[in-house]
């Protein structure tokens, strides 16, 4: 059983789309998050989310928006997709309102057009 | 706030030589501290952690010791395999902020 899932795993699209990028996790975690990573793989935080709690990066840009229907689930909504918003996203989970370690899916790795 | 600083990459090594990474960090409170490893193609998943001072956290043949004197947390193996080439992250978690804190990265890349 895969722990952190998401999907796509691929996803290529046109400047100016709309697209969401799926995230589920299976642990039974109470914090999830959502990573960018770039082409130099360093990792920036966009947002991280608990029953109680959503703490957005400031420097993401608002056409970024997380929705969570559930506590396993963090989806990744992007808006008018921009060129500068190629890279590989993960979304992450762990436990005891993040203090533990946390782990990750396997990428969506997202090329804009 | 918050920061995790590593030495930079590539580190490009022999198989079965020594490896260190260095990791450095600043944070409030009582950090805890993680070594991540990503594979090329996949996620980053954890390799070892310390969440306390003087703890070593060791797998795999990777070893980390929590050394709050010196605020580091360097990772260290006797002797790499080609199989051990990826991409490495220092990482911690602070109270005051529970995201997760990782630094740039290091490639380490081993030769046969």
């Known amino acids: 059983d895969t722990a952190v899932s998401q999907t796509p795993k691929y996803l290529v699209t046109q400047m100016g789309n709309d697209k969401s990028i799926k995230c589920e996790q299976n642990?039974?975690?109470?914090?999830m998050y959502w990573y960018k990573q770039d082409s130099k793989k360093f990792l920036k935080i966009m947002f991280s989310?608990?029953?109680?709690?959503?703490?957005i990066n400031e420097t993401v840009p608002n056409r970024f928006s997380p929705k969570s229907p559930d506590k396993a689930h963090l989806n990744l909504h992007i808006n008018s997709l921009e060129l500068g918003d190629s890279a590989v996203y993960f979304c992450?989970?762990?436990?005891?309102?993040?203090?533990?370690?946390?782990?990750f899916g396997q990428g969506t790795r997202l090329t804009v057009v | 706030g918050n920061s995790v600083t590593q030495m930079e990459g590539p580190v490009t090594l022999s198989e079965e030589a020594f490896l260190t990474i260095n990791c450095t960090y600043t944070a409030t409170g009582y950090p805890s501290l993680f070594w991540y490893v990503q594979y090329p193609g996949e996620g980053l998943q954890l390799l070892l952690k310390?969440?306390?001072?003087?703890d070593k956290g060791s797998n795999k043949g990777f070893e980390a010791t929590y050394r709050k004197e010196t605020t580091s947390f360097h990772l260290e193996k006797g002797s790499v395999q080609v199989s051990d080439s990826a991409v490495y992250f220092c990482?911690?978690?602070?109270?005051?902020?529970?995201?997760?804190?990782f630094g740039r990265g290091t490639s380490l890349i081993v030769h046969p």
């Open positions: 310390a969440t306390k001072a003087d």
């Open positions: 642990l039974g975690h109470d914090t």
């Open positions: 992450a989970s762990s436990q005891d309102g993040g203090r533990a370690e946390a782990f």
């Open positions: 989310y608990n029953n109680k709690e959503l703490i």
């Open positions: 990482a911690l978690i602070s109270g005051g902020s529970y995201i997760p804190t």
